[in-house]
Each structure stands twice: as C-alpha cells, then as structure tokens.
C-alpha cells in the first residue's frame, strides 16, 4: 500500500504535504531500500489454526510503503502493520500492483474488520471502521477462501498471545 496514514491528525499532515509526498513517491520503486523484518503468525479460525509468514511494517516510512509495487505475494505471506495502539486507521491502493484483503486488527488480537479485495491502484481511502493495533495485508480473496472473519483471533507477539 502506498502513502498511508495512521490517523487523521496524520492523514491531515500527510495530504497539507501532498505536493513533497508525490515526489517522494515518484521516487520510490520496487528496487526500494526499505527492508523489513520477517516473522511468523497464525490466525485462529472456528474449524482451524492458519499459518502466515509476514513483513513487519513497523516504522511511519515502511507503513508508507508496505506492499507498493509489488508484482506478487505468496499465498500465506502478508504483511502486518503495526501502529503500537488502537486507533482509527486508512489505507489506500495507489502503486499497489495486486489486490489485497486487508484485515483490521484489535488490540487483544481479535479480527474487528475485513475489506476484501481491494483494488488495484486505487486512491479512494480504506478506513478500519473500528479503533485498531494492527493491519494485516494478505493476498485478495485470501480470507474468504480461507475462512477468515471478524472475530477471530490472530496470534503474534505484538498481541501478547502467541
């Protein structure tokens, strides 16, 4: 995902610096330099535990990052954003490459939201709904197939869960 804000005292920041964040997003390509750490976590559904390995995206410039240009992801890789407490949250598309469900996480690890499938670089805001820890990005259409819904829990270290 490119160009996130974290919330809207953020987001106002961001768009006041709309013309600097369009240079800086020219700028960026796949061959970007941001690296992220890699870590495991699982899911826990009503009829089964699911496995992913995850980017972490932990600082503001990863967050912007994420997954832009990307041309693939495999299929139990992601990537969790983690902004360090609950809080409303927005996503957007724009020099995303593939489609993603995005699964908004509380702060006890409970999934509270999932927008699936979103598209393609795309512009129009994706906000949470709910007050969140954490993002997790996976593949679009990944949750559906795998069963994945609002209530059930997701288990990694930043919950204190795992």
């Known amino acids: 995902m490119a160009f996130r804000f974290s919330s809207r005292r953020l987001g106002r920041r961001f768009l006041l610096g709309a013309p600097l964040m369009l240079v800086a997003t020219a700028a960026c390509s796949q061959d970007s330099e941001i690296k992220y750490a890699r870590s495991s976590l699982r899911i826990v559904t009503h009829s089964r535990e699911i496995k ?14 994420g997954l832009m240009f990307r041309k693939a992801l495999g299929a139990y890789e992601g990537m969790l954003f983690d902004f360090y407490r609950e809080q409303q949250v927005s996503f957007w598309m724009k020099n995303t490459l593939i489609p993603l469900d995005m699964i908004f996480i509380a702060g006890d690890g409970t999934i509270r939201h999932i927008h699936a499938n979103a598209t393609p670089l795309s512009t129009d805001t994706i906000p949470s709904q709910y007050p969140v820890r954490a993002v997790l990005e996976i593949n679009g259409g990944t949750a559906g197939l795998l069963g994945i819904k609002p209530g059930d829990k997701v288990k990694h270290a930043i919950f204190g869960n795992a």
């Open 52 to 65: 992913f390995d995850v980017e972490m995206a932990l600082t503001e410039p990863q967050r912007e990052h």
